[in-house]
């Protein structure tokens, strides 16, 4: 990357492009579909292209790319979101433990649930915006510290800098999955964080077209190569046409970004007025317990809102149905808009609260979100 890629606009747009392609190549890099590249007469040599499972030119642009915007030295991508966060908790020592947010993305609790024994690994959950809850949970074998903020589905807020300080303290490792906020809006690693994990699926892609996940931290990182090699050994990777379409999108992030926060800010403050809805989870409002910490440590406050309808789930249910424009689906950060009643989607273990409605805001007219919404309240 050229050292004069300053602001982030400017990072997603040039970052990764190669300073040695000839002088009349074309502005869109090409896609390299080949599994196989053949090796020089004298041999393969340290840096070659070998086999696309270790590396391959999309992938190694959409590394870099990704590693620029984070502000990390080195990224390591995956295959899907959940892959990224399973690499960060098997390249842990045998016999570690973990703390985790009580209020913390559906997948990553499924991962715990399902292979943390497998992986003699063990996990507690804790209030991560609860800073002695958070120092009295550490055990003498505590490695990692994972956040979470803002949180899934709660959107509750966890000082970073607070957390890395006790973690630095204790010899603890921090991961923020930052797949919410991004990079545009929360830059983990310059508040003490080791590593910061994306679903590439949502921001980064931000056209529900792409799966993908990606690992970052900073030069000479330990945890980035033992994260590398299980990239490598086991094999989740992004395919070269999904590397390059991701890349491709990254050039628009920082723009669309921009309007998802304030689509969103509008959408929470009309949500939050409406007779017909208990409560909103939207740091941006001055009402929510973590906007004084959300304001200091971010730059903008994200395209997801939580809210609760007055009533049941089955009140929730109905008032999701009733949406013409906002899409009922799973998943988020896609230029449509989409809603859920976020505990049917997680399923019989889910802790989320029965009136829970769901919002990804999206790059819609919010004029226009805000009349679905309120059509389907009323």
């Known amino acids: 990357m050229k050292k004069s890629l300053q602001h982030l606009e400017t990072i997603a747009i040039h970052a990764g492009m190669s300073d040695e392609q000839p002088p009349n190549s074309g502005i869109v890099p090409p896609l390299e579909p080949s599994t196989i590249f053949e090796h020089r007469p004298e041999g393969w040599k340290e840096g070659d292209w070998n086999y696309t499972r270790y590396s391959n030119p999309n992938r190694n642009q959409l590394e870099q790319v990704l590693a620029a915007l ?15 966060i399973g690499a960060v908790f098997q390249a842990l ?3 570690a433990h973990v703390l985790y947010p009580e209020d913390v993305y559906m997948g990553t609790r499924t991962l715990i649930r399902e292979y943390a024994d497998r992986w003699e690994l063990s996990f507690d959950a804790v209030d991560m915006t609860d800073l002695d809850a958070v120092e009295d949970a550490t055990q003498p074998h505590t490695a990692l510290l994972w956040l979470e903020t803002p949180s899934n589905p709660l959107l509750h807020i966890t000082d970073v800098k607070a957390i890395t300080d006790i973690a630095k303290g204790k010899n603890i490792a921090v991961c923020a999955d930052s797949t919410w906020p991004t990079p545009y809006n929360l830059r983990p690693l310059e508040l003490g964080a080791d590593l ?3 679903s590439t699926t949502k921001y980064f892609s931000g056209h529900s077209d792409i799966l993908g996940g990606v690992v970052t931290g900073p030069p000479d990182s330990e945890w980035i190569a033992r994260i590398r090699t299980i990239q490598q050994i086991q094999g989740a990777v992004p395919s070269p046409r999904d590397c390059w379409l991701l890349t491709r999108s990254i050039r628009t992030f920082p723009y669309r970004m921009r309007a998802h926060n304030e689509h969103a800010q509008r959408i929470a403050e009309f949500l939050d007025d409406h007779k017909q809805v208990e409560q909103v989870f939207y740091p941006g409002l001055s009402s929510h317990k973590g906007h004084e910490i959300a304001k200091n440590q971010m730059n903008g406050f994200g395209g997801m809102i939580s809210f609760l309808i007055h009533g049941d789930a089955e009140r929730a249910l109905q008032v999701v149905a009733q ?3 906002i899409l009922r689906a799973t998943s988020l950060g896609g230029v449509e808009s989409t809603w859920e009643h976020r505990k049917t989607s997680e399923g019989e273990t889910s802790q989320t609260p029965d009136n829970l409605i769901r919002l990804s805001v999206g790059l819609e007219h919010p004029d226009d979100l805000i009349q679905d919404l309120r059509e389907a309240l009323n």
């Open 196 to 198: 910061v994990m994306h």
């Open 93 to 95: 020592p045998k016999g």
């Open 70 to 84: 984070e502000g990390g030295a080195e990224a390591v991508t995956f295959s899907s979101g959940v892959a990224a």
């Open 323 to 325: 949406s013409k424009l």
